[in-house]
């Protein structure tokens, strides 16, 4: 149970994050173009965190530091997602409609028939809560397991040799 708490930590200061830019109505101006950027952030750090303490505790192994930072990642990439699912389904329900429909307007200028027909169902799983929670999902377990094998391997060169 203590090792989903990181990795479910850096979920809940993302969406923490989502709501107080929400409450501010700052949610389409602040990372507006990035809005996975402030969860990459606190992944990176619960990531760090737990290979770090990892480290400094036990005998080294990458491997078993991958494990550890992977499953903090892990925790973090489910429950980002179920927080974005919630997020864009109840509580910022404009938002995803809002680009809809500016890249309708785009699309509208480009295509026509059939072409515009095809564009607009795209357009409309795209920007969909399930979709961005399925992308938040899937985006973010590459990114902790790119992150968790890269910090594991920094910590193997740095940390460990500065303890030896």
Same mark, same amino acid.
Request: proline share 2%; no cysteine; hydrophobic share 55%.
């Given at each position: 149970?203590?090792?989903?708490?990181?990795?479910?930590?850096?979920?809940?200061?993302?969406?923490?994050?989502?709501?107080?830019?929400?409450?501010?109505?700052?949610?389409?101006?602040?990372?507006?173009?990035?809005?996975?950027?402030?969860?990459?952030?606190?992944?990176?750090?619960? !990531?760090?965190? %737990?290979?770090? #303490?990892?480290?400094?505790?036990?005998?080294?192994? %990458?491997?078993?530091?991958? #494990?550890?930072?992977?499953?903090?990642?892990? !925790?973090?990439? %489910?429950?980002?997602?179920?927080? %974005?699912?919630?997020?864009?389904?109840?509580?910022?329900?404009?938002?995803?409609?809002?680009?809809?429909?500016?890249?309708?307007?785009?699309?509208?200028?480009?295509?026509?028939?059939?072409?515009?027909?095809?564009?607009?169902?795209?357009?409309?799983?795209?920007?969909?809560?399930?979709?961005?929670? $399925?992308?938040?999902?899937?985006?973010?377990?590459?990114?902790?397991?790119?992150?968790?094998?890269?910090?594991? $391997?920094?910590?193997?060169?740095?940390?460990?040799?500065?303890?030896?």
């Amino acid at each position: 149970m203590k090792s989903l708490l990181p990795g479910f930590g850096a979920a809940l200061l993302f969406f923490l994050w989502k709501l107080i830019l929400f409450f501010s109505n700052q949610q389409h101006h602040i990372l507006a173009e990035f809005p996975a950027a402030p969860l990459m952030v606190f992944t990176f750090a619960a !990531i760090a965190w %737990v290979i770090i #303490k990892y480290a400094r505790t036990q005998q080294f192994s %990458v491997i078993e530091a991958f #494990k550890h930072g992977a499953r903090v990642g892990l !925790i973090a990439a %489910v429950f980002s997602s179920i927080f %974005v699912f919630a997020y864009y389904a109840w509580i910022d329900t404009d938002f995803l409609e809002i680009i809809r429909i500016a890249k309708m307007q785009e699309a509208e200028k480009v295509f026509t028939g059939e072409e515009l027909e095809n564009f607009t169902r795209a357009t409309n799983f795209f920007n969909s809560p399930r979709a961005r929670s $399925l992308f938040t999902l899937s985006g973010m377990m590459i990114f902790a397991f790119l992150s968790a094998l890269n910090l594991s $391997l920094i910590a193997r060169f740095t940390i460990v040799r500065k303890l030896s």
